[in-house]
């Protein structure tokens, strides 16, 4: 991929890769390393530099051969030793943003066989993953067009490996991730496994060969382990002969009793005699009576042992056919209706939900909890369900630990979750499906936010995007919509009415228009009030949570008196046009949450929306530019505020006016609550 041109800063100069191999050859790994050892400075160049004076006469003013050898020497060494000491420069600013001396080798050669003027560490961080990208997507289309229709696909890791090696020369790269592939299926054929076998577990194992190995190896041994376990013919036979037993008085019941205790070890005849009972009642499984029978002894606990119910199904079960969860309150559940659970839940839901199915323990709220029984599920779905499932199990559960990490963010593209392992740059890369997010806003990314902020680009989208006007405000509470702050999954919905949300990947209640949580009274720890209220949030002022109460018109005045700009007209083409509000909002039905349009009657001079979701509009406004409602706030007001957060109220002095006494007040709440530069959502 060839880097774009651009204007070299002053002072800034190219490292030819000859420059790199012969630093490279010096010992300058590891990096750190080569910046002790290395003692070369400024002052050492200017001693090693040439002087443009002439040399000394000697004959016929003339330099002799060896002196003119000798300033060659020189000015090549301070040549070597400027080159020297502008690739350390450009190697310490590398390792300072996370690239290697390899890295710093592969853009030196592609800015130098592209005659561009590109420095080193700035081409890295634009260009660097959309190279390794291209090369991978290069590498893997030239295997596969080459394969025999086999679907193959190139590890990154692979991929960068033959990028070093050939310095970044493509063609030489895709020709090494080739040869490197087919060298691996050939060391894997070696062992006796076929071409189509050994290509498919080398690429399901990232080109690791060790890996691709043992897979190949557990799966030849899968057929022996299961013939081991497969009962032989005798056995059903045996088996057969037991289902008829003998009655007491026959003179074969003593000789079938000694059977039973000599092929399967009872332990007593007693326990001998009550396996015979359970197994002549013709209503249990010859092997679940003998079970009962060693376990219980006597006949009646033999038989409750037997007779016991599945809690979800209720159909009757031994007990060594039941099982318990570990964070169960004593459930007893066989084995199908848990494996139809959970993999239900699997594959449609989150996993937050593969709780028990009959007392829905653990509490999904208690991380800790969760994470406990977690790992004990992960075990218990090993035996219980199929391997694809069980493996979109543990997808799921990498997600649900990632996603408490602060670098955690969900693709907007595909909704695969990851970590941003460059908070720094904002062009987030989806190892899923390859495309790429911005890490502050979340959108989309698009080349037009190159260079400018979030807010910028958001702006850019107003005034160029058609579907946008076309919708209108609309629109723009579909783009602002609720993101949730623990796993950080967004929802195109607006906050309608109710400002309680509850997050349906993690379960966490939170208010959407502050972030903060919804808990109940004991178990907010806040303030010691807290304990005597039920469920609440504590909202700041600028939320809108309390200004959505407050008249329109009393909130475009905030905005007037900031010259704030806002809409009032319908979206381009719908003036005139009785519609109900098409915001999406999430609604309470009788069958739990839903997502749906809102529906309300759309209000003239409210830009085509129901009084709620412009009043939101409004709001929104308020909290991006800032805008504190308290500056219109009175005396009672501002009281109110103080004591809500529990500060003390200054006490007003005897004849103070009512608007110093309202500047004081106002003063202790945006010093004792200030909103710290950030709007409400994105506050601690």
């Not at 080798?105 to 990208?133: C, G, H, M, N, R």
């Not at 997507?137 to 086999?150: F, I």
């Not at 949580?517 to 178990?523: A, D, K, R, V």
């Not at 709001?619 to 800032?626: E, S």
């Amino acid at each position: 991929m060839p880097p774009p041109k651009s204007t070299l800063q002053a002072g800034a100069m190219p490292i030819k890769p000859p420059v790199i191999k012969r630093m490279k050859g010096a010992g300058l790994e590891p990096l750190s390393g080569a910046m002790e050892k290395l003692t070369l400075n400024e002052g050492d160049v200017d001693r090693l530099s040439l002087s443009t004076s002439p040399g000394r006469e000697f004959g016929e003013d003339r330099l002799s051969l060896s002196h003119t050898a000798h300033l060659q020497e020189r000015r090549q060494l301070a040549e070597q030793a400027t080159e020297g000491l502008a690739f350390i420069n450009i190697l310490r600013q590398a390792e300072t943003n996370g690239f290697c001396v390899e890295d710093v080798t592969v853009a030196s050669q592609v800015i130098l066989e592209s005659q561009s003027t590109e420095e080193v560490v700035p081409w890295l961080q634009q260009y660097w993953d959309d190279f390794k990208s291209t090369a991978t997507a290069q590498a893997t289309n030239a295997l596969n067009l080459s394969g025999r229709g086999q679907r193959i696909r190139l590890s990154e890791e692979e991929v960068v490996d033959a990028l070093y090696k050939h310095e970044g020369k493509m063609e030489q790269v895709v020709h090494e991730c080739i040869e490197q592939r087919r060298q691996k299926i050939m060391e894997l054929e070696s062992y006796g496994f076929e071409n189509s076998q050994a290509a498919k577990a080398i690429s399901m194992s990232d080109g690791n060969v060790d890996k691709a190995l043992m897979k190949l190896q557990e799966e030849a041994v899968a057929s022996f382990y299961e013939r081991l376990w497969e009962k032989d013919e005798e056995d059903k036979e045996l088996l057969e002969r037991l289902k008829v037993v003998p009655a007491d008085e026959d003179a074969e019941h003593e000789r079938y009793l000694r059977l039973l205790l000599a092929e399967f070890g009872i332990g007593s005849w007693g326990r001998t005699r009550t396996a015979a009972r359970l197994i002549a009642a013709e209503k249990y499984a010859i092997n679940d009576a003998i079970t009962a029978a060693s376990e219980c002894g006597d006949y009646e606990r033999a038989k409750q042992f037997l007779e016991k119910e599945c809690h979800v199904c209720f159909g009757e079960f031994p007990h060594n056919q039941l099982m318990s969860l570990s964070h169960c309150t004593g459930c007893l559940i066989c084995s199908e209706c848990l494996a139809d659970h959970f993999k239900i839940v699997i594959q449609q839901r989150n996993i937050i939900h593969a709780t028990c199915p009959a007392c829905n323990r653990p509490d999904a709220k208690d991380v800790t909890e969760l994470a406990e029984y977690f790992t004990f599920l992960d075990s218990l779905l090993r035996t219980l369900l199929d391997e694809e499932t069980h493996s979109l199990f543990q997808h799921k559960l990498r997600d649900w630990n990632l996603q408490k990490e602060e670098n955690f963010r969900w693709c907007a593209h595909c909704r695969n979750g990851f970590i941003n392992e460059a908070p720094e740059r904002r062009k987030m890369r989806c190892p899923e499906c390859g495309k790429i997010t911005c890490f502050n806003c979340k959108k989309p990314w698009m080349d037009q936010h190159e260079n400018i902020t979030c807010q910028e680009f958001e702006q850019w989208k107003q005034d160029n995007d058609p579907e946008r006007q076309a919708e209108g405000v609309a629109y723009h509470l579909k783009e602002n919509g609720i993101a949730c702050p623990q796993c950080k999954m967004r929802y195109e919905l607006a906050k309608g009415g109710c400002m309680h949300f509850k997050c349906t990947q993690c379960m966490f209640e939170f208010c959407c228009g502050c972030n903060k949580p919804f808990e109940q009274g004991n178990e907010c720890g806040k303030f010691p009030s807290c304990a005597n209220r039920g469920l609440h949030s504590h909202h700041p002022r600028d939320c809108l949570f309390h200004l959505r109460d407050w008249d329109v018109k009393q909130l475009q005045k905030l905005l007037d008196n900031h010259k704030i700009k806002y809409d009032v007209k319908p979206p381009q083409g719908q003036e005139g046009q009785q519609r109900g509000c098409r915001v999406m909002e999430q609604k309470e039905t009788p069958e739990g949450l839903n997502d749906g349009t809102c529906g309300r009657e759309a209000i003239g001079g409210h830009a085509g929306l129901c009084k709620i979701h412009y009043t939101e509009y409004l709001v929104g406004l308020i909290n991006q530019n800032l805008i504190d409602p308290g500056e219109t706030y009175d005396c009672n007001e501002l009281t109110i505020v103080l004591k809500r957060n529990e500060i003390a109220v200054p006490a007003r002095v005897g004849g103070e006016p009512e608007q110093l006494y309202k500047k004081r007040l106002l003063t202790e709440v945006q010093q004792k609550l200030a909103f710290q530069g950030k709007p409400p959502r994105e506050r601690p």
